[in-house]
């Protein structure tokens, strides 16, 4: 089933390809991406793209070099995890990251970089387990970081979402399978779904989708998005109909918390919607009886 991008995501797609004046380039050629943005991991929101391979890092765009660390400096305040890693400010506040590549310490002088420049080789450094790269955009205006689908060409996907399982967790803190009942309790629950991606074959990398859509009787009532996540007074903020913690929506590991509904006496249709970046997607619907 294809669907077209939500209207929001095109016009900031639209946006930032204005203000750069095309869209950006992945940083690796041949490399295999093994996590993307907004992917939990193990309760915290990815907040780029992991890539695994051996070749070199490209420039994703022109800019300028910001700053540029080995994985044993101690020039920099940021944290250690990152290890080797160099930063590009391409104007009007957006910054590329690049890190956890090969340690071959601090080898570039400031300069100006032009689209697709040689800057290292993937490898390991930081908290990197295999030879690769982290790649991450941030715009400092808006203080949030960017992903990096919404102004790159995607890879390709043929595949739908998967669903890995569907709760509705009650005040009581129980959680509820909507698939192994067909009565609720009338009252307030709190929606949770594990949802991933793999983009071509069943062998690859689960990877995070870009939207999933709650909805009851047809009336949307909870709608998480990937698009992008804020800084707010040194919290990380997810986009789920506003700004909410994300330390909330990704706490139940390994799925995401879409947001809360209030059940009354009566047939209820419960149906959850997650699409991926390409417009793939993949429904789950539940017919219910609250008494």
Known sequence: MKKRRPFFTGLFFLF??????????????????????????????????????????????????????????????????????????????????YSRFLDAGETRAAKQVDRNEPLARMGISGWASRGGV??????????????????????????????????LRNSEGQQINPAQVRTLRQGRYTVLAAVSDAMTSPGDP???????????????????????????????????????????????FPGFEIGELAFTRGQATLEIVAQDVTGNSRSAVYRLLIE
């Not at 004046?21 to 193990?42: C, E, H, K, S, Y």
């Not at 044993?72 to 957006?94: E, K, V, Y």
């Open 206 to 252: 689960p990877l995070a989708p870009h939207r999933i859509v709650c909805s009851v009787n047809g009336s949307e009532i909870g709608a998480l998005s990937f698009e992008t996540l804020s800084s707010r007074d040194g919290r990380l903020m997810a986009y789920r109909n506003g700004l909410v913690p994300a330390k909330q929506v990704y706490a139940p």
């Open 16 to 97: 930032l390809t204005a203000v750069l004046g095309t869209a950006m380039d992945w940083p690796v050629r041949d490399a295999r991406l093994i996590r993307n943005f907004g992917w939990n991991d193990q309760g915290r929101p990815a907040l780029g793209s992991s890539f695994v391979g051996e070749g070199p890092i490209l420039a994703a765009e022109k800019g300028e070099l910001l700053f540029s660390r080995g994985g044993g400096s101690m020039a920099s305040r940021l944290p250690s995890p990152l290890g080797s890693w160099l930063a590009l400010d391409h104007g009007d506040g957006l910054i590329s990251i």
């Open 134 to 167: 982290y790649f991450s955009l941030f715009d400092r205006r808006e203080r949030r970081w960017i992903n990096p689908s919404m102004i790159i060409t995607p890879f390709p996907d043929s595949r739908q979402p998967l669903f890995q399982f569907v709760l």
